[in-house]
Each structure stands twice: as C-alpha cells, then as structure tokens.
C-alpha cells in the first residue's frame, strides 16, 4: 500500500491539537450568535444566539467577534535529536510507510488533550519537548521487533492511542535525553473475533470507541463504554488511564468490561492463556496493567464483554428544587439498585449552560416552554436560580426500562421533583459530544477552562462543592483576574459510597502574562482542595505528570515500593520513558 493511504494522526478529518473533527466547531456570526459547523451532532447548524450573553454575564467580560488572541499560523517545533543507528537499522528492518519525521506528526504526538499545558501551549506559544520520529505499528510482531531495536539502541518509546489525555501522559519528560519515538497504535484497529454465544469481543488495542462500537452495533452487538472522547480514544487507552463511560451503571467502567489483555513490555508478553470466565489464579497479571499509563509496554490487544443492543432506549428527567436534594435523590437512587445506564445531576449554572446551548424558541415550543417555566417557578415554587435536574439514559429490555422509569418516577416524588419527560432528559444529552469544542472557542476571548474530575464520597459532596466554589473567588481575586470566576459542578455517575464528580472551572485572562501557566498553577490548587476536602486525585483521568506529586499521600510508601518494582521488572532499562505517575524515583 502506497504511504499516501495509511493512517496518519495528521489528516484532514481530524483537528489535530484542537478537539474533534475538523469540519465540527463553534463560529462566531457577526450578530453574536454562534452556530456549530458541521453535521454530525442534533446540534448543528442552529443558531444560538443565548450563548454569547451567557458567557457575558457569567464571566463579566465582553465577548468580542474578532478574537482576542490569534492563534499562530507557524506552530513550534524543535529539531529532532537522531540516534543514527536506531534510524539505519529501522529503515533497513520496516517499510518507510511504517514511520515519519515529518515536523507537523512530531508536534501531534508531543501532547495530550490538557487544555492549558497542552493544546493553548500549543496553539498560541510553544511546548517545551518534542518527540523525534512517529512509528505506526501494524501489529504485534512490530511492536515487539520495535522495542528489541529501542533496547539495542538505548531509544526511548511513548505509546500512543487516540491522543485524548488530559494529564499530559504523552508529554516526552524534558530531561529524557535519548531519541524518543511515539509509537501511534491506531493501525491497529481491527476487530479479530467476536464470540456471539459467550458475549466476547476481541479487539486490536488502537480501534477507537467509535470504530467498535459502529462494527458490533451492525452485528446487534455493544460493549456499551461511552466517554465523552469515544470518538477519538482508543480501547489500549482506556486500559492505560483506568477510563470510566457514561454508561456504566449498565456495563460497567472499563475494568468491569476487559476480560483480558496483551501487553508486549522489554521482559516478554503479559495475557492470559484462557479460560476467561473468571478465575481464581492468583494474582492476575493482566490486572495489575490497568493506569499503566505508557510506563511499561504496548498493549497489543484485549478482549471485552459484549452486550446484545438493548430492546429499550430512552431518556428521562426530575426537576429538583436545589443541589442538595438533588443528591439526597442521587443517593437514594444508587442505593435502589435500579440505577438507568447513564444518571446525571446537574447544578443549576450548568442548567443555564445547557440553555445557553439551545436555539431560540418561537410559535408553540415557546409557549410551552414559558408554561412549563410557570408549573416550575410559580405553582411548585422552585428558585429559578437553585434548582437542579437529574438526567437519565435508560436502556434494557421493556421490562427493565419500564421499572426504572417507575423508581424514578417514586424517587421524584419522595424528594418533591417534578418529572419533567422525555425531551428534556434527552436534550441533557444531546450537548455532550460537541461541549468539548466551546474550550477552542473561548480560547480565542482569553478565557481558560477545564473540567476536573474527582471521586467523593456521599457524606463530602457538598463540602467539596462549597469550599471549591469559595477557593476559586479567593484565587480570582488573588491573582488580580477581570470579571468572575465560573465554577459549576454535576455528578456524573453514582457509586455504593459516593459519586464521581466533574466541576468545571474557567475564568478570562484579558492582560495576564502567560495565562496558561497561571491557569494550571490555579487548576493544580483547586484539585488540591478537592483532596482535601474528600475528592480524589481523580475518578478517570488517572495521574500522567499533572497529579503525581499528589501520589506520595494517596498510596503507602509499600504500594509505591510494588509499582517500581513491577517497573524495573518489566522494563529494566526504562525503554518506555514517559515517565507518568510514581514509577520512577
Ligand atoms: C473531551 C474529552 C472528553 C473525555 N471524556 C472522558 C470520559 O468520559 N471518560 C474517561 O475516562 N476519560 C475521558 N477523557 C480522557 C481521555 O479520553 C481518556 O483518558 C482516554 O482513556 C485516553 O485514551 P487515548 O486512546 O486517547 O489515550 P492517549 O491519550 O493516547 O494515551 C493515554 C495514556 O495511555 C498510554 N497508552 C495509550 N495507548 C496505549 C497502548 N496501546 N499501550 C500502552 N499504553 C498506551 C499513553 O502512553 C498515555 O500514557 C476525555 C478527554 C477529553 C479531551
């Protein structure tokens, strides 16, 4: 196959360091509307006009059409460093189509998803490191000969799935003084087999969400794992980071759903020989794998649990009357047992932040929608600037869709809710694939965001969300910042003990120097309250370089004793040098 046909990162489908697909994103009319391009969500095409007055009033900044900050056109990439005989004995041993030096391929590899470290560095300043050379493996055997040449040569390999991190995990360390070569796995993206009678699918480790679940979906087949990143996020990933779907309360997160994997590290091939229906076998090394974060191979390959579709899908959704019933109703309903797929909660700016997304009403929509307002705020009496609404995706057979629906239907009215229907549980949905893109856009006014995720328990959620809300006031105000702080929250999925939370945060920065790092020192300290105040280092992202320092007071000095000896065991002379999380001294 000619070079021209095979899979490369930089293509013309995909942005590349900006989020998402290239022919998706916010524009800016000139009557300060914004539309979404495109037409691959509900989404596209409308004109919001409520969006720009949103962010105006939440921020307390002016939104201006041209931006404020232009990106630049000449992005910035170091000279590589080449170990010469790495590169002779690599042309000599694979065809040329399997790598690349070129500058653009070099820089996309360089980085993750964090949008102040990363892809704000990337698009309006620079980044410190890069990586030399991009290998496109094609299948197991060349990832082992790649990393016997990477061993021989003294190179250094990063895996690479879809690029999605948002921990900076990809970032080659700045003080790695070996060549260092990306090793991109999304040629290998194939579904090898599929057990239709034992629900198992086995799957290359670089096939995206998206890919499978397209294949399995016209075989009557889902594994059901749904990040917001599905579409770009590849399966090895996943493994990598410990990721969490929005459905897992009916497929569970993603270690609920691998069964087995193949990892090749510089010591040998980590997998199971069969029989995969649990076992009792001791440690189970292909476990120990999971948030194994690029530090000790390449995951090859791994076999999920699949589902039949389900007979049943839809939406539904509760109107609360402020956060915290909302999450008395959360927790009661984790502890029913009968917990729909996916079961959101949202506060009330994240409400106005989904309205704000929504296009104008006009003929009846609108009157029922002022008359839906009127049952809310004056017959129920509920804050319109309080309450707060729980969404749902239910999925299963009739019967399992029919009694969810009824326990919720229980909850709501235990809690005084309102069941507000089909539409507005859907609508909570329909803005989840193309929210990633409003960082892009806001980048261009000087304001930085990013959402947070944290595991809390029931009894510390709202201590994490109030002493978070007043911390980000302080820091705002500290470092001299123009308008308001924005700071919402929502759960996004619920647990026997406690919820994983997401909080987003964004402020402008119109006159700061180096906004990007001011930002992330900010970003740095809020996740540092949400520790102290009950959250976790994270729920799914998992720790990259961003949050290791947090790691000495989260595992015992024993547990991080266990992980550099499985480091040194596996890879002795630290041949995958991306240095994430505790794995190095
Ligand atoms: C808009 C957006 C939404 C997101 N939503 C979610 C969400 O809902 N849930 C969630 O869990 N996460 C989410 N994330 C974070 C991210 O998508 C996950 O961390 C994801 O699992 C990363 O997968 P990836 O294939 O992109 O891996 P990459 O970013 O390419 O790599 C991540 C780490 O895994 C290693 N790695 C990747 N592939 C392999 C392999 N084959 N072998 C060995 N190591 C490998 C890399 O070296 C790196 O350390 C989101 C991110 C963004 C930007």
Redesign the pocket.
């Given at each position: 196959m000619n070079k021209k046909e095979k899979f490369f990162g930089v293509n013309n489908t995909n942005w590349g360091h900006k989020?998402g697909f290239r022919d998706s994103g916010f524009i800016v009319n000139e009557d300060r509307s914004v539309t979404f391009a495109g037409n691959r969500y509900p989404i596209c095409g409308k004109k919001l006009s409520k969006f720009i007055p949103f962010v105006e009033e939440v921020l307390g900044v002016e939104f201006k059409i041209k931006p404020k900050v232009e990106e630049l056109d000449k992005k910035h990439v170091d000279e590589a460093f080449v170990n010469h005989d790495f590169i002779s004995e690599l042309r000599s041993r694979f065809n040329n189509d399997r790598f690349t030096e070129e500058d653009n391929e070099r820089l996309l590899h360089s980085h993750?998803?964090h949008s102040t470290d990363e892809v704000y560095k990337v698009l309006y300043s620079k980044l410190k490191k890069f990586t030399d050379l991009v290998f496109y493996i094609e299948s197991e055997e060349e990832a082992v000969e790649l990393i016997e040449l990477a061993k021989k040569h003294d190179v250094c390999l990063?895996?690479?799935?879809?690029?999605?991190?948002?921990?900076n995990?990809?970032r080659p360390p700045e003080d790695e003084h070996r060549m260092i070569v990306t090793v991109d796995?999304r040629r290998l993206n194939k579904i090898e087999s599929l057990d239709k009678e034992n629900l198992m699918v086995t799957v290359q480790?670089?096939i995206?969400g998206k890919d499978l679940e397209e294949a399995l979906n016209k075989e009557g087949f889902t594994v059901g794992h749904?990040?917001?990143?599905?579409e770009?996020?590849?399966v090895?990933?996943?493994?990598?980071?410990?990721?969490?779907?929005?459905k897992k309360h009916r497929y569970g997160n993603?270690e609920d759903i691998v069964q087995n994997l193949t990892?090749v590290t510089p010591s040998g091939t980590i997998n199971q020989i069969k029989p995969l229906t649990r076992s009792s076998i001791g440690i189970k090394t292909q476990n120990i794998l999971f948030g194994?974060?690029?530090?000790l191979?390449?995951?090859?390959r791994a076999t999920l649990k699949m589902h039949h579709l389900p007979a049943k899908s839809s939406y539904e959704s509760i109107v609360l009357s402020d956060w915290q019933t909302g999450v008395q109703f959360m927790q009661d309903l984790s502890r029913s047992n009968m917990v729909p797929a996916s079961s959101r909660l949202a506060d009330n700016l994240q409400i106005r932040l989904g309205q704000a997304l929504k296009e104008e009403k006009s003929g009846l929509p609108k009157i029922l929608d002022k008359f839906k307002q009127f049952v809310l705020f004056k017959v129920k009496g509920f804050d319109p600037e309080k309450f707060t609404v729980a969404v749902f995706k239910i999925e299963g057979s009739e019967m399992e869709v029919k009694t969810q629906r009824k326990n919720l239907e229980n909850l709501a009215k235990k809690h005084g809710g309102v069941v507000a229907g089909e539409n507005t549980g859907k609508s909570g949905y329909l803005a989840t694939m193309v929210?990633?893109y409003i960082r892009e856009l806001i980048f261009t006014q000087n304001i930085l965001g990013e959402t947070m995720e944290t595991a809390v328990p029931w009894s510390k959620i709202n201590q994490v969300k109030e002493e978070a809300s007043k911390l980000i006031v302080k820091l705002h105000k500290e470092h001299n910042l123009p308008g308001k702080p924005f700071f919402t929250s929502r759960i996004s999925k619920v647990y026997h003990t406690g919820v994983c939370m997401y909080n987003t945060i964004a402020m402008c920065y119109d006159g700061v120097e180096n906004p990007e790092d001011v930002f992330t020192e900010i970003e740095h300290i809020m996740r540092e309250n949400f520790i102290e105040n009950g959250g976790s280092i994270s729920h799914?992202?998992?720790v990259?370089k961003l949050r290791k320092d947090f790691m000495p007071n989260t595992i015992s000095e024993g547990s991080v004793e266990m992980i550099k000896g499985i480091k040194k065991n596996q890879d002795p002379h630290n041949v995958f040098g991306?240095n994430?999380n505790i794995v190095m001294d």
């Open positions: 989020w993750g998803q990063i895996p690479y799935g879809g690029g999605t991190n948002v921990t995990a990809l796995t480790s670089g995206t749904e990040p917001d990143s599905y770009f996020s590849t090895g990933g996943w493994i990598s980071t410990n990721a969490a779907g929005m993603i990892m194994s974060e690029g530090n191979g390449i995951i090859t929210i990633a799914h992202h998992g990259g991306v994430n």
